[in-house]
């Protein structure tokens, strides 16, 4: 009854300890005078020792003064909760802004589902134009130029020469700004500029021989002497570990009127230089894994890909603060816990201490309230190293050519499932688990210290105890890597499986007509359903069955551990002088560092599992673009303690410094393209192609620019391929090949469905060449001026107007103009527009653009005749600038510009739609071989038979028999009898030689006016057939 009203007193009276003299003073007490009781002794000894009781009474030593410090503590951990928690959501922090780009995001994507052109147009429309400072300059002043408009460099080389042309004839001293702007290829870190004096205003560059000077951070000063044709600066390349495709910087030569010798600029005015990535994905790995590689190999890609992750700019940012709180609160849940456990078991529980506990209580509150503020207040960048990812392989997609894409296979649905299934993998499987991984380390750590310190006063035992946990962890590390190969197999098959079944829902939604139309839904459906149900039993139960084994596997010897350490508490307590509490705590630290270990066994499962998705985004990643096998073909010089470089000019079009810059619109020579198939064996499409002047069989290597210029198409891809090397979507990986560099504005135009945005509006989509356009160049450049200015003076009127003039139906633009009569959805119009429909949008998209070269690729040839006169008339008007009142072309845009320009158009299609469109002395080009194209005119390609027979036969009913020309014409004629003989005269040899057609009853055909027949047979029609092909 007492002891819990004098709970101190009885405390004290335990905790006191006596001596064998204290014992003997008392005793001698006693005998001396036997009138004291034993309470008067114990007094009398209490005041010769106050030193025993004195802190028990004085109650600044008393334990309640803990509880106010640990009160405070709790106060200030709150306050500072707090306040990081303001700082978290305060405006502008990472939390805010990333929770401000989702709305922004989300309230874009429901006007611009795709490329948000109204933010864009926005933009440009409120910019404010530079006032341009070119008219201040003499006409008479020297030109200047770079002699190239795109360079590609490899980040292996060390620096890159860049050269300034004079261009003209004036031979006085130039002094032109050139200025840097940095895309994702960032000054200083990716680039330097040249290391030259700074520019004096009044004394100009610092000696007379000096060729650069720096203006500031991002701009420097270049000149030309007097009679010198050009100069060259070097820029230096700095090379990044963290892995891009590419990255892309922009140089700019602005005109300077208050320079000491002003030169204008003309004709190109910005150089776009591109750094190709030549390393490996992830950097430091080399080679490919597969589902059976060693476990060295696993660890070393493992390794670096997580450095790799620890690269990303933002994640650099975030991981640091993020494993410092790991640690801690890994510190405070192990062994401060531990220890307090001790004191509330010892204190609390057995001496039934209100004090005690309501410590440990403080304690356990202030370790959640801790636990809970890091995992909300603290990140580790999970979702911006998926979204890094992801904006890799988009970056890659781009950058890749279309001989690339084809020879991927299936680029698109790989790229997609990588994109999805992969990225999210790495951010939850191996990101978010390698976390997990590093928190689990540390709480061995700590659970490792609390068992050491337990066992401080027994160096014996503590010794035992830390070979234990080494030997738990060498065990634990030799039973993951003996079944690595097991669990990265799993992996790889549920990898194998799902890509399997995303590509299949890839082609049944991009052939879902097929199937339809093939009454072959259901059997689809079920196939589909069958390779799920192996992707989720195959695939996804393997993996987790993998993992569930090795986890409860070690699960089980830990509880054979525990249940053992109950069992011998009663010997270790005494044997050791092991406290309660402490024996309690120290069996609970022995199960957190057993679940520690196990965890970061399963935890490394997991991103063993995952190896498998890291090898196929790196494979797509690493995967060598021709750009990257143009510059491997290139031999990099590389002298000795030298920095390394390549010579780039001689594999690219440029500029020679000419007065008139325009006379070519594009070169070839010894141009090849290679394809590699799905045996990873290389073939040439084109090897060494040179052109070939008809008659004479002169080599030519450039074409002259202006007018109409025929390209036929031909079976096989060479012409396709030939177009793709002249706009610049397929590179060349020898010789020369592409569009004259002094051309700005180049523009392709298909009738290709894949060119129409269907989540866009019809605004959108004839527009979007001009948006892009206007992002495209620096904002006071001529060229930036001159779209911005196109830009602001843009509205729906001009466009409805330039839409009538095209030819655009009425049933898409209306008959007459009204307000937002392009708002409609693209996905609405769908079922009124055909193939002409949609090269009539893309034609009014590139004639915003005013381009310079008009590429026409592939020539609706289903079109009427009257429309492609219509057509022809419409890019007739357009290379004489007859139309530039209907475009509202303004002549002081670029005065310098655009009135020295010529336009060119190059229409590739068949022969059937160039015998309406060119004219008898353009030229046409005709790919005859692998390494020859033929220069020819359109009067000896199409005859004045041929154009008189093809528009008769436009008029007359629909031909019974098709004949085919082997040179590519396909000729639809009536024939009034059965046998007839047809003369063919070969381009190669002219030789004249007869073959004789003969009708072949049992033979059907159903081809188009436009359609290629084989030379061995001859086809009859049905009466049916032909009254459709007259209507169509």
Known sequence: QNRGRFLDAYTM????????????????????????????????????????????????????????GAMCTLGIALVYVYVHRQRAFAPGSYNVSQANKVRETLDRLDHQPVFCHDEVLRELKTAVLMVSKRAEIPLKTPKVSFTTNVLRVGDDESFVDITVIRSGNNNDEAHADIEFFSRDA?????????????????????????????????????????????????????????????????????????????????????????????TSFPNGFEGKLHEFSSFKKIARLMKAFLLECLRVPTVKSLIWRFQAVLFIRAALETFVWSMTFTYLVNYGFMNQRIDWALLCALVFVGIELFRFHTVLHFWSGGFDLSTHFESLLTKKYSSMTACDIDSLGSAESLFRVSATSDVRVVRTDLWFTFQDQTSSLYRVIGSAIFILYTFKEQPEMAQLMGALIVASLLFTAMFCASRATRILRAGFTEEKLEEMVFMGNHHIYRNNRLIRESRMAQHVSDNQYAKTWLFVDGGIFLRWYQDFFQTWFLRSLLCIMV?????????????????????????????????????????????????????????????????????????????????????????????????????????????????????????????????????????????????????????????????????GTDVSRHGVAGINPAFRTVVRVSGEFSDIILNESLWANLTVGLMFSGTSYPQHSKAGMAVRKRIQSLTQEYVWCLCEYVGIRPSIIGREYKHNWATVAMDSLTPVCDEAEYFKIGLVRALLQRPQVLIIDALVDGMHFDAIANLTTILREYIARDSDEILKVDDNEEPDYDDEVPRTVIIHARALALTHAMEPHEPVLVVSSKSEIIVSTGEKQFPEACRTALATWWDAPAPIYHIYNPLGIGILERMQHKNFMATITSHRDRRRRKVKFKKNPERVGNHSRSGSLSNDFAFKASPEKSKSVQKQ
């Open 13 to 68: 009276l335990e905790s006191l300890t006596f001596q064998s003299n204290d014992l003997r003073l008392m005793n001698s007490m006693l005998a001396e005078n036997a009138s004291l009781d034993e309470y008067e002794v114990a007094c009398a000894w209490l005041k010769l020792n106050r030193d025993a009781w004195e802190p028990y009474v004085n109650p600044v030593a008393m334990v309640y003064s803990v509880l106010i």
């Open 186 to 278: 960032k000054l200083l870190t990716h680039f330097t500029l040249p290391d030259a004096p700074m520019y004096d205003t009044q004394y100009g560059f610092a000696t007379p021989e000096a060729r650069v000077a720096t203006i500031s951070s991002t701009k420097i000063r270049v000149r030309v002497l007097a009679g010198e044709r050009s100069m060259t600066f070097r820029l230096g390349l700095t090379f990044d570990p963290h892995f891009a495709p590419e990255r892309k910087f922009l140089m700019c030569i602005v005109e300077v009127a208050d320079a000491l010798f002003p030169a204008r600029v003309f004709p190109i005015e910005v150089c776009v230089v591109y750094i190709q990535s030549m």
């Open 563 to 727: 249940a053992i350490a109950y069992c011998l508490a009663p010997v270790i307590i005494p044997a050791y002088g092991i406290s309660v509490g402490g024996y309690v705590a120290l069996v609970t630290s022995v199960l957190q560092l057993g679940s520690a270990i196990i965890m970061m066994a399963r935890d490394f499962a997991v991103m063993l599992a995952s190896a498998a998705k890291i090898a196929h985004l790196s494979f797509l990643l690493n995967y060598k673009s021709s750009h990257a096998k143009r510059l491997e073909s290139i031999y990099l010089i590389e002298p000795h303690d030298a920095p390394a470089h390549r010579k780039h000019d001689a594999r690219i079009v440029t500029y020679d410094g000419a007065r008139n810059p325009h006379t070519f619109v594009f070169q070839i020579r010894d141009a090849s393209v290679v394809f590699v198939d799905v045996n990873r064996k290389a073939k040439y499409i084109i090897e060494r192609m040179n052109m070939i002047r008809e008659g004479t069989g002169e080599i030519i290597d450039k074409l002259p620019s202006g007018g109409f210029i025929g390209i036929r198409k031909t079976h096989g891809g060479m012409s396709e391929t030939l177009v793709n090397v002249i706009m």
